[in-house]
């Protein structure tokens, strides 16, 4: 059986006039319409070989591609209805520029490496009126916490610039195994990826890219954890994950970089995940001057399990 291939329509007086969207909708009857605007989205349809908008209206002599979607692959990529909803009803904050999101842990900020859909694909069927939608920046799978979608292209490039300003203030709160060693501590360690160390895994590197992490310690607990926050002005891959193993404090639950025996025993107490969150976003928009600050609540199975902890 041969694969559906690309097909082209040329757009005639009747047609001429209706929005694009519209036009696929009618022809894909049976796709569902979160697929179809994917399609326009990421530039799988295409008009006189130009990408377009959702809202644009054909002209008589339009030359369309229409990519190959079938039900079968369509369905693969499907955002459930109660997937949307969960996700938007962890939106913390939103305006005509930004939505930012309290990203849930285990879910990836977009599709790839083996997942199919993440939260841009999935508040992009829940939005899916809205013309422009972009992450503004992305976080690790494994965390939780505050994540920028924006509404805008002008929107997406004043959000990137603020967050290569030193004005930008990213903090994320956590839970080692062991007793922190000072009320604060400033890492710098240079990091940089190895192929001796698996697929996406950073290890530190004198030649690698500068990174510092400011940790302090918020509360040391009797079963030898410590709850700490880690301010980070860079923004490498795994930063925190690897400054605190490095100095000897893997974070709770982390099944990249962390104490894998310990991860058992937490998991034996009610913790699936990595004990990880990105608590508090503050940036200064460049154009605008415009000044935000979001913060997003530790997740409820962060303050469960801490909740059996006991203080020193």
Same mark, same amino acid.
């Given at each position: 059986?041969?694969?559906?291939?690309?097909?082209?329509?040329?757009?005639?007086?009747?047609?001429?006039?209706?929005?694009?969207?519209?036009?696929?909708?009618?022809?894909?009857?049976?796709?569902?319409?979160?697929?179809?605007?994917?399609?326009?989205?990421?530039?799988?349809?295409?008009?006189?070989?130009?990408?377009?908008?959702?809202?644009?209206?054909?002209?008589?002599?339009?030359?369309?591609?229409?990519?190959? @979607?079938?039900? *079968?692959?369509?369905?693969?990529?499907?955002?459930?209805?109660? =997937?949307?909803?969960? %996700? #938007?009803? +962890?939106?913390?904050?939103?305006?005509?520029?930004?939505?930012?999101?309290?990203?849930?842990?285990?879910?990836?900020?977009?599709?790839?490496?083996?997942?199919?859909?993440?939260?841009?694909?999935?508040?992009?069927?829940?939005?899916?009126?809205?013309?422009?939608?972009?992450?503004?920046?992305? @976080?690790?799978? *494994?965390?939780?916490?505050?994540?920028?979608?924006?509404?805008? =292209?002008?929107?997406? %490039? #004043?959000? +990137?610039?603020?967050?290569?300003?030193?004005?930008?203030?990213?903090?994320?709160?956590?839970?080692?195994?062991?007793?922190?060693?000072?009320?604060?501590?400033?890492?710098?360690?240079?990091?940089?990826?190895?192929?001796?160390?698996?697929?996406?895994?950073?290890?530190?590197?004198?030649?690698?890219?500068?990174? *510092?992490?400011?940790?302090?310690?918020?509360?040391?607990?009797?079963?030898?954890?410590? %709850?700490?926050?880690?301010?980070?002005?860079?923004?490498?891959?795994?930063?925190?994950?690897?400054?605190?193993?490095?100095?000897?404090?893997?974070?709770?639950?982390?099944?990249?970089?962390?104490?894998?025996?310990?991860?058992?025993?937490?998991?034996?107490?009610?913790?699936?995940?990595?004990?990880?969150?990105?608590?508090?976003?503050?940036?200064?928009?460049?154009?605008?001057?415009?000044?935000?600050?979001?913060?997003?609540?530790?997740?409820?199975?962060?303050?469960?399990?801490?909740?059996?902890?006991?203080?020193?």
């Amino acid at each position: 059986m041969s694969s559906p291939k690309v097909a082209w329509a040329t757009i005639d007086a009747k047609n001429a006039g209706q929005r694009v969207d519209n036009f696929l909708l009618g022809y894909f009857r049976k796709i569902p319409k979160s697929r179809i605007y994917r399609a326009i989205r990421s530039g799988e349809v295409r008009v006189n070989k130009g990408r377009i908008k959702p809202i644009y209206r054909l002209k008589e002599g339009d030359l369309v591609r229409i990519p190959p @979607i079938t039900a *079968e692959n369509a369905r693969q990529h499907e955002v459930s209805p109660e =997937r949307q909803q969960r %996700l #938007e009803e +962890q939106i913390i904050f939103e305006d005509d520029h930004l939505m930012v999101i309290n990203k849930p842990s285990g879910l990836s900020s977009h599709s790839g490496s083996g997942d199919p859909i993440g939260v841009i694909e999935t508040m992009r069927a829940s939005r899916e009126n809205q013309p422009f939608l972009e992450l503004a920046h992305r @976080i690790d799978k *494994e965390t939780s916490g505050v994540l920028i979608l924006a509404k805008s =292209r002008a929107a997406l %490039l #004043e959000v +990137q610039q603020a967050m290569q300003s030193a004005a930008t203030h990213k903090q994320y709160t956590l839970m080692v195994k062991g007793h922190w060693k000072a009320r604060e501590q400033v890492v710098q360690h240079a990091l940089e990826q190895g192929d001796d160390f698996g697929m996406g895994k950073m290890r530190v590197d004198e030649g690698g890219q500068s990174a *510092e992490t400011v940790f302090t310690s918020i509360q040391l607990f009797q079963e030898r954890l410590t %709850l700490l926050s880690a301010q980070i002005g860079t923004g490498r891959t795994h930063q925190i994950r690897v400054h605190a193993q490095e100095e000897g404090y893997p974070i709770v639950g982390d099944k990249r970089y962390g104490d894998f025996a310990h991860n058992r025993v937490v998991g034996e107490q009610g913790l699936h995940r990595m004990f990880l969150h990105a608590s508090n976003l503050r940036l200064k928009m460049p154009i605008s001057g415009q000044n935000y600050e979001f913060s997003a609540p530790l997740a409820v199975e962060l303050q469960r399990w801490q909740s059996q902890l006991t203080p020193v």
